[in-house]
């Protein structure tokens, strides 16, 4: 085990490192393309630190191993929202700007219900088995180019704009310096997980842990390890746009591009207890767009404190008190 605790350890470092330069090299590009935090942390970031869910679920496909890939992309999903904007807004309560709580959130929440809806086959009178299929996963890469093409298609538009404005070769060092940064901290950001996960899988299976439990908790906690260390440093920075967009966009990214892609290479059959992961995802989903869009549109401590709850506990009751997956 102590080689384990080892390696660990130097994830941990890297994750910290990586995300400090990527958070400064995403807070510097906003600049040079005069957009806003929100987008960057929406597309780029939040494609970045998705990175790690995208490598384990296509492994998992490849390998025949889609309980392992069920669980990480839905128990990630759930650990965005509860475990890391609960602990970011612990830290600082979070302003949400209006057009992201009206457009991108809503985006989120028709992805979650998307794959909510095909994951309930046979209970729709859809088939015997409940499965995303390649015909499943085809859908969601379709949505998710849906989504890029208005979202990058913004940012190329109005970072094109912003680029003309200033004079021309500062712009270009300053655009290869902050991309540099991004691709440099990314890179901190994967090894880093890449090292704890796989550490913390194999003290996992050591105490027979099952699979879908493994992929709900250990992979799906550790794969969002990019996503909670960048949101809590941009928090701390004080650019809450960037957390924000960044939880909202890997989101989006885990269930239309990860999920729809792991089900193209090969159909993911939902585990005998997955259906209430679905719901509870779905049901945080709704908190975090309620919690959003009331009051001042900020994102309190007392909320912050409801949404980590809710994960934690039922992480909890899923992990140790409800009945073995089967």
Not at 38 to 56: H, K, Q, R, W, Y
Not at 250 to 257: A, D, E, V, W
């Amino acid at each position: 085990m102590l080689p384990d605790l080892l390696i660990l350890s130097i994830g941990l470092v890297l994750l910290l490192g990586g995300g400090e330069v990527m958070v400064r090299g995403a807070t510097n590009l906003t600049s040079v393309l005069g957009v806003s935090p929100f987008v960057i942390g929406l597309t780029v970031v939040a494609f970045g630190t998705s990175a790690p869910e995208l490598a384990v679920n296509v492994n998992a496909a490849l390998t025949g191993r889609g309980a392992i890939s069920f669980g990480n992309i839905i128990g990630s999903n759930m650990a965005n929202i509860g475990l890391i904007l609960g602990c970011t807004a612990l830290i600082r309560p979070i302003s949400i700007e209006r057009s992201f709580a009206t457009r991108e959130m809503p985006l989120m929440l028709l992805a979650t219900l998307t794959a909510v809806f095909m994951g309930f086959d046979a209970m729709l009178g859809r088939g015997t088995v409940d499965v995303y299929g390649r015909g499943e996963g085809a859908v969601l890469l379709l949505m998710f180019a849906g989504f890029l093409y208005v979202t990058v298609g913004d940012l190329v538009k109005r970072g094109g704009e912003s680029v003309d404005r200033d004079e021309a070769g500062a712009a270009r060092a300053q655009l290869w310096l902050s991309s540099a940064m991004l691709l440099g901290g990314l890179f901190g950001l994967v090894l880093g997980a890449h090292l704890c996960v796989n550490s913390s899988a194999s003290l996992a299976r050591a105490m027979g842990v099952p699979e879908v439990i493994i992929g709900l908790t250990v992979l799906a906690v550790g794969t969002s390890l990019p996503e909670l260390v960048v949101s809590v440093l941009a928090t701390l920075r004080g650019q809450f746009e960037i957390a924000v967009g960044n939880v909202v966009g890997s989101n989006i990214f885990n269930l239309l591009l990860v999920l729809g892609l792991t089900n193209l290479l090969s159909p993911t059959r939902v585990p005998a207890s997955g259906h209430r992961d679905l719901i509870v995802v779905t049901l945080m989903s709704l908190l975090l767009i309620f919690v959003s869009t009331t009051g001042r549109r900020v994102i309190i401590r007392a909320e912050a404190l409801l949404l980590l709850s809710v994960y934690v506990g039922y992480l909890t009751w899923r992990t140790f008190l409800a009945a073995p997956p089967a």
